[in-house]
């Protein structure tokens, strides 16, 4: 069994920061990929950032430039540096973790941006 859990959210003010941080634990023999996905009111879930374990990274067209998604291998842990952040950016993020091509997923951290 695989846990993941997400932590960083908050309350931001329109062009301000946030990082978010994730952490796997548990039966871990390779991580194939960890991603940040998340899902506003109403709508579906959608990715934002993943990054495989080559160091490949996808991100999608509304983070680029502004967020960044980077790994510690040694821990297992990802990180997503947000930048500049819209009110659009508000959502419940979720951590994304493929162990043996089987995917894992944290409970949400809250992301608010609001003046």
């Known amino acids: 069994q695989v846990q993941v859990v997400e932590s960083g959210g908050g309350l931001v003010q329109p062009g301000g920061s946030l990082r978010l941080s994730c952490a796997a634990s548990g039966r871990i023999f390779s991580i194939n990929a960890m991603g940040w996905y998340r899902q506003a009111p109403g709508k579906q879930r959608e990715l934002v950032a993943r990054i495989g374990s080559g160091g490949t990274t996808n991100y999608a067209d509304s983070a680029l430039g502004r967020f960044t998604i980077f790994r510690d291998g040694a821990k297992n842990t990802v990180n997503l540096q947000m930048n500049s952040l819209k009110p659009e950016d508000t959502a419940v993020y979720y951590c994304?973790?493929?162990?043996?091509?089987?995917?894992?997923w944290g409970q949400g951290t809250q992301v608010t941006v609001s003046s």
């Open positions: 994304n973790v493929i162990v043996a091509f089987m995917n894992y």
